[in-house]
């Protein structure tokens, strides 16, 4: 009766009747049926990544555990008998660090509040964690607000960890199984995740910013210089370098603080900051505002060189090479192929690149080259390519370079039985191929001498499809950047629309159908009917329940074999009463 109660109340909201539940609750709704395609009759467990997905989140998120396990063993300490867990996410809602009672860890692991669990938006429906890396901003998913019938028991604050230069870096949650009715009960908790996140911001900055003069602030000077409310880090010409969440809020009311001159946010100059240090009474340490408020200021000068800490939270990839910030964001899969091209870049092996095309394979071959500073690049379109021209392209070579070789598979044989031996006369001259065909293809149907092949695939790299990208939406905004001088936008349904696509074919399309829609864009706001359609393969007037067999009951999934919104297919759900199977 509950489940049913749910489930009519989210039908209301999709058909555009309030719930009187938070604002930020009700698109959360919206956007697990019409974007994700879930099913709020379907009562499906925690999602707990692999262990090797884990691993890798963990590791990549190593710096940021380091950076608040002070603020989380203190927070933990408040809540201590009040079964309370706590969990650190990183950006992409997975739980890499935890805190919670042994007593109740079985209970705790079945609900998915421990290491491993996903609560990203689009896996875990409506939550704590998922709505806050949506919004941006703290908020409490209470029971009955959660979208999935197995999570309604919980009850769920958040609040977002960003880094110095402004980007979402990770989220604190503070859960519990089991809560008093009223949502107001968790108000203490919000007070207490919101003050701990803003501590662990003021930590990483003070340790990224050892060698800057920083500047750290309050509305009150009683806490100034033990648990101030904001700091900024400063260049030796007094401009903003790094800034807490609470900084940008209280200065420029949510713009971005990165280069601008502090004399234009505050009224003092970096020949000022000496006036604000600790040898001076709090009180007389008065800053004034550019809209004639002010606050209390707390001057620390750079401190001699240190060695750099390992991990901090800060804007810049953990990369001893640059071109992995080009690439990818944080997608597992692009990122383990990064890796490992990151590591083979300065050898000498071959390498194989493998992927669908427009997936990014030259790209990526460029970038291993630049990476290993090999001198020349030299690149060979195999389609219709002869010996003779082989030769031409790879004449006068000396000293070392990289030889690209595009699309192997349509080489012709008489240029293949010659290539190996080219190679041998160059051996300065790393080969890297790249092929739309899966590396076993290209054994199994013989396409390649086997010889070639092996002196071809020291390494091979397979590039994901952009279908199977966890960092879709960074790539369009990537993408979007470079269009138009970069001021073109998306509204939030083209960018819906843009992540629920195929994209068969790849980065390619993608930037061809941003061009399209950029030119067809009669502002700088992109809508949905400036994209162009995307191909559908079909009709609408298919059996819906079918359908919905076919693709396992994913409805974002049906939606988009009968080219209707996913708000549809529910509806449709509803009015011929199916149910998914047991």
């Not at 698109?27 to 709020?40: F, I, K, N, Q």
């Not at 946010?265 to 000496?274: E, Q």
């Not at 190996?420 to 396409?447: N, Q, S, V, Y």
């Amino acid at each position: 009766m509950v489940e049913r109660h749910h489930f009519e109340e989210i039908a209301q909201v999709l058909d555009g009747h309030a719930s009187g539940r938070d604002s930020y609750v009700e698109a959360s709704w919206r956007r697990c049926v019409e974007l994700y395609g879930m099913d709020p009759m379907r009562s499906d467990p925690a999602h707990i990544v692999s262990d090797t997905e884990f691993r890798i989140h963990r590791d990549q998120a190593d710096w940021m555990i380091g950076a608040a396990r002070s603020s989380l063993h203190s927070l933990f300490r408040q809540v201590a008998g009040q079964n309370y867990v706590l969990l650190l996410t990183d950006a992409k809602g997975v739980c890499v660090d935890f805190f919670g009672d042994d007593l109740f860890v079985d209970d705790l692991r079945t609900a998915g509040l421990y290491l491993g669990s996903n609560w990203a938006e689009d896996l875990a429906g409506t939550c704590g964690v998922g709505a806050c890396i949506v919004t941006g901003e703290p908020v409490t998913v209470h029971q009955g607000d959660h979208f999935g019938n197995a999570h309604t028991g919980l009850s769920c604050t958040a609040a977002p960890i960003y880094d110095s230069l402004g980007q979402l870096a990770a989220v604190l949650d503070i859960s519990l199984l089991r809560s008093p009715a009223p949502k107001s009960s968790q108000n203490l908790a919000m007070s207490l995740v919101t003050a701990a996140a803003r501590r662990v911001e003021m930590a990483n900055l003070m340790a990224a910013s050892r060698r800057e003069w920083v500047l750290r602030f309050s509305s009150s000077p009683e806490f100034l210089d033990v648990d101030p409310e904001a700091a900024v880090s400063l260049d030796g010409s007094g401009r903003v370098i790094g800034a807490t969440h609470a900084a940008k809020r209280m200065l420029t009311r949510g713009k971005s603080l990165i280069g601008e001159p502090i004399e234009s946010l505050l009224g003092v100059g970096v020949d000022d900051l000496p006036d604000l240090m600790r040898d001076r009474p709090t009180e007389d340490r008065v800053i004034s505002l550019s809209d004639g408020g002010a606050v209390f200021g707390h001057a620390i000068a750079p401190q001699a060189p240190r060695r750099a800490a390992t991990g901090k939270i800060s804007g810049e990839k953990r990369t001893s090479s640059g071109f992995r910030a080009t690439l990818a964001d944080s997608d597992p899969g692009m990122q383990r192929v990064l890796t490992q091209a990151e590591r083979l870049a300065p050898t000498q092996v071959p390498l194989l690149i493998s992927g669908e095309s427009g997936s990014g394979k030259t790209k990526l071959a460029r970038a291993i080259h630049m990476a290993s500073r090999r001198g020349r690049f030299v690149e060979l379109h195999c389609a219709g390519s002869s010996a003779d021209m082989l030769r031409v392209a790879l004449s006068g070579e000396a000293g070392p370079g990289t030889v690209l070789f595009r699309r192997i598979e349509e080489m012709p044989e008489d240029v293949a039985r010659v290539v190996a031996g080219l190679l041998d006369a160059l051996p300065d001259m790393r080969p890297i191929a790249t092929t739309g065909l899966a590396p076993a293809e290209l054994m199994a149907r013989k396409i390649l001498p086997p010889a070639l092949y092996f002196r071809m695939s020291g390494a091979v790299l397979d590039v994901p499809p952009l279908r199977e990208r966890q960092d879709l939406g960074w790539l369009i905004d990537r993408l979007l950047r470079r269009r138009r001088g970069g001021e073109m936008r998306l509204t939030p349904s083209a960018r819906a629309e843009l992540i629920a696509r195929d994209w068969p074919g790849n980065l390619r399309e993608l930037g061809n159908v941003l061009d399209v829609a950029c030119a067809l864009a009669e502002t700088t706001v992109i809508d949905s009917p400036d994209l162009p359609a995307a191909p559908k393969t079909r009709a609408p007037e298919q059996d819906l329940e079918a359908v919905l067999d076919a693709c396992n009951w994913n409805m974002a999934r049906a939606a988009r074999r009968l080219g209707v919104n996913r708000s549809t297919i529910l509806r449709r759900i509803r009015k011929d009463g199916l149910r998914p199977p047991d």
